[in-house]
T-cell receptor
Framework: AQSVTQLGSHVSVSEGALVLLRCNYS??????LFWYVQYPNQGLQLLLK??????LVKGINGFEAEFKKSETSFHLTKPSAHMSDAAEYFC??????????????FGQGTTLQVKP | GAGVSQTPSNKVTEKGKYVELRCDPI?????LYWYRQSLGQGPEFLIY????????DSGLPNDRFFAVRPEGSVSTLKIQRTERGDSAVYLC??????????FGPGTRLTVT
């Protein structure tokens, strides 16, 4: 069965500092991997996705993530945090059968706090 | 263009009552998903439609939960004999073939 573990339910960084949000996955088949962001009282928005192409994936708002099969990880990074990055971040995995992404299995989420 | 919409945005109901939650997907999207998000948790998969049929309903917690998508567009999630444990935000998402899932804002269900 697939699963996702996000290490650290809360991460706090200073504005301008590096953001690192950790995600490890478990999957018996080559996975599709995703990072979503959820701002207060808003829906989930896709930041980036890995679908077996390049292992370093660039997303919106300056975020990127690297797929490391040997470590079963897909950590999210951003070189310089901005106040507007404060939100809840979710890592998700999918089996991607038959073309559609199929059901997503989400991690518990990480709340990112950005201090001025 | 219009995104995924869900109605109502908030629903308060008494224990034991029946509720229906509606999802309007992005026009032309063939796949539709329902998830449930409890406080402090990540979304949990409930059911996935491809067209009119449920391709995967393995996430429905019990037979009090049922969902339909009769014309392959709008979907309704139905919960019978609601329990306080059903309180959560119910999220809907849609996607085109091989596309990303676009999420709606959710319906916050509170069972008193």
């Amino acid at each position: 069965a697939q699963s996702v573990t996000q290490l650290g339910s809360h991460v706090s960084v200073s504005e301008g500092a590096l953001v690192l949000l950790r995600c490890n996955y478990s999957s018996s088949v080559p996975p599709y991997l995703f990072w979503y962001v959820q701002y207060p009282n808003q829906g989930l928005q896709l930041l980036l996705k890995y679908t077996s192409a390049a292992t370093l994936v660039k997303g919106i708002n300056g975020f990127e993530a690297e797929f490391k099969k040997s470590e079963t990880s897909f950590h999210l990074t951003k070189p310089s945090a901005h106040m507007s990055d404060a939100a809840e971040y979710f890592c998700a995995v999918s089996e991607s059968l038959g073309g559609n992404t199929g059901k997503l299995i989400f991690g518990q989420g990480t709340t990112l706090q950005v201090k001025p | 263009g219009a995104g995924v919409s869900q109605t109502p945005s908030n629903k308060v109901t008494e224990k034991g009552k029946y509720v229906e939650l509606r999802c309007d997907p992005i026009s032309g999207h063939t796949a539709l998903y329902w998830y449930r998000q409890s406080l402090g948790q990540g979304p949990e998969f409930l059911i996935y439609f491809q067209g009119t049929g449920a391709a995967d309903d393995s996430g429905l917690p019990n037979d009090r939960f049922f969902a339909v998508r009769p014309e392959g567009s709008v979907s309704t999630l139905k919960i019978q004999r609601t329990e306080r444990g059903d309180s959560a935000v119910y999220l809907c998402a849609s996607s085109s073939t091989a596309g990303e899932q676009y999420f709606g804002p959710g319906t916050r269900l509170t069972v008193t």
